[in-house]
């Protein structure tokens, strides 16, 4: 979590006096609920962010791993529960969005981690309705916290795709290209990626198990956004893409 507040901080100063997490006896209600031990990864985020995670978490309903997630399996009928494979991570505040984000606990990723996946309410969702989102529950924070509160902060944008079928340039060749233009890589994320320059920042993302991927790149002057979006069409194979 750590990583994650000096991201934060770099792009929104003060940012880490407005989180606020919970001590382990008050986890361990939710892991006493669940039934099951509460993944390394998710019980560090609730130490840290879990009362309170600042504007990254402001859209989300019920992240609070005691207020929400605990009251959500205290609460909610056994009928609309997937089975205990999967820990409630949020849902969205807008009532159109029925997904929520979940753990899938019998799908491991690295450092104790496991992927993040989309599916509603309901005993038999999963089944049918389960998609795979993040390789990791840090990736997803990594790359949220890039999406929603690093790369607004840039003026200028311009957003990517690549990987589709008959496209040869790969997530990997695309960041050598990055890291060769000068941007640095952040060690975290590993499957998606995370790249800074001191007046600019890229945020890759590719879903588990897939060769597609998405760039969305932010820069401070609109000249330098233009000499380097030529840079990569001259290079790569990647095509432009609408958010």
Known sequence: MEELLNLLERYRPGYRGQVRGYPDLI???????????????????????GANGGPLFRELSSYDPILGVAENYRLA?????????????FGSRDPLVSDCHWLD???????????VVLMPFGEHAWKKDLRP???????????KAMAEICLPTFSHHVDFSGGHEGKH???????????????????????SMIFEQEDAAIRLYRRPKDSTFHIRVGMRGAEQ??????LIEDNTDLERSRR
């Open 105 to 115: 606990l019998e799908a491991p990723t690295e450092d104790e981690d496991h992927q």
């Open 169 to 191: 340039a790969s997530a990997d060749e695309v960041a050598r290209i990055f890291e060769k233009m000068g941007f640095i890589r952040l060690p975290y994320p590993h499957h």
């Open 27 to 49: 986890i361990d209600e939710l892991e006493e609920v669940f039934g099951s031990p509460l993944p390394a990864a998710y019980r560090q985020f609730a130490n840290v962010m």
């Open 133 to 143: 989102i993040y390789n990791g529950f840090r990736e997803m924070l990594f790359l």
């Open 225 to 230: 956004l233009s000499h380097f979006q030529a």
């Open 77 to 89: 009928p056994k009928s609309v529960m997937p089975p205990r494979r999967f820990l409630f991570l």
